[in-house]
């Protein structure tokens, strides 16, 4: 049950911090360091960042108490990837059928993947330990995210997932 309280408390801390991550750039005067972790504009690639940053920072907070479990590292990659890929997925489920997005459902379709990561993520780590190996793999998926995240942040691709709807522009405003 411990396990599922430490999960539960990373919803929190995590929707939370990715809350205010959303105006993290802006408050901070548009430097360019704050741009690596928060939104820099309302695209949707963008605001993925919201939850895998937030969700990286709890899992390297929960290292410390749970490195002996050998799927630790496993679990919350899993788990970290399962925010994104949530948000991409039901974000343009609902907005193809809708025609648009609906402000109130994006808020809720980030805490609902926030959960569903979580959810995996714990589901993994409590059950039976997984082979060694798939650490060095999960630690690799998680870094190639993260330097994508980085990259496409000031060179983003000119694809729709990287447009500001709002503005027709991409990257740092």
Known sequence: M??????ILGIVFIVFLGSFLHFAFELSGFWA????ISAVN??????????????????????PFLKNR????????????????SIV????SYTTVLGHNIPAV???IFVVAVILGQGVSYRILESSELPQRLNLFALIAVGLLAAAFVVFTF???HLPIFRDPGTGKYGIP
């Open 33 to 36: 360091p704050v741009a690596l």
């Open 155 to 157: 060179y983003p691709p």
């Open 106 to 108: 994006d808020i809720l």
């Open 70 to 85: 050998s799927n630790f590292l496993i679990a919350k990659s899993v788990g970290i990837y399962v925010i994104p890929v």
């Open 89 to 92: 997925v039901l974000f343009y």
């Open 2 to 7: 411990k396990g599922l309280y430490l999960e």
């Open 42 to 63: 309302e695209s949707v690639w963008e605001h993925l960042k919201l939850g895998f940053w937030p969700a990286v920072i709890y899992a390297l907070c929960k290292y």
